[in-house]
């Protein structure tokens, strides 16, 4: 089982990227994968779950979007209008079958290495 997120990289506020996660092993499609992400000094927080529904946190809606790609075997997350506070280090996750509790780091079994997301002028 192993997850691997890509697509991190410096872009300037406004900008857009998109961060991938690829899973391998098993099929993603059957489970919950949630983004987190982690800023220097800060604890890791729930960015968005994708399940049978999606969920955001209120920082992000309307600017992030989370997709999957079942043939693929990897979730999105489309990042629009990225500001300097989405600067992180971003991981996936998945072990859950919803996004039942999807905040709590604890539910997950299967975590990415990270991908570093720096947001500047």
Same mark, same amino acid.
């Given at each position: 089982?192993?997850?691997?997120?890509?697509?991190?990289?410096?872009?300037?506020?406004?900008?857009?990227?998109?961060?991938?996660?690829?899973?391998?092993?098993?099929?993603?499609?059957?489970?919950?994968?949630?983004?987190?992400?982690?800023?220097?000094?800060?604890?890791?927080? @729930?960015?968005?779950?994708?399940?049978?529904?999606?969920?955001?946190?209120?920082?992000?809606?309307?600017?992030?979007?989370?997709?999957?790609?079942?043939?693929?075997?990897?979730?999105?997350?489309?990042?629009?209008?990225?500001?300097?506070?989405?600067? @992180?280090?971003?991981?996936?996750?998945?072990?859950?079958?919803?996004?039942?509790?999807?905040?709590?780091?604890?539910?997950?079994?299967?975590?990415?290495?990270?991908?570093?997301?720096?947001?500047?002028?």
């Amino acid at each position: 089982v192993q997850l691997v997120e890509s697509g991190g990289g410096l872009v300037q506020p406004g900008e857009s990227l998109t961060l991938s996660c690829a899973a391998s092993g098993f099929t993603l499609g059957n489970y919950a994968t949630t983004w987190f992400r982690q800023a220097p000094g800060q604890e890791r927080e @729930a960015v968005s779950c994708i399940a049978t529904t999606t969920y955001y946190r209120d920082s992000v809606k309307g600017r992030f979007t989370i997709s999957r790609d079942n043939e693929k075997n990897t979730v999105y997350l489309a990042i629009n209008d990225p500001k300097p506070e989405d600067t @992180a280090v971003y991981f996936c996750a998945t072990g859950p079958s919803l996004c039942y509790e999807w905040l709590n780091s604890r539910m997950y079994s299967y975590w990415g290495k990270g991908t570093q997301v720096t947001v500047s002028a």
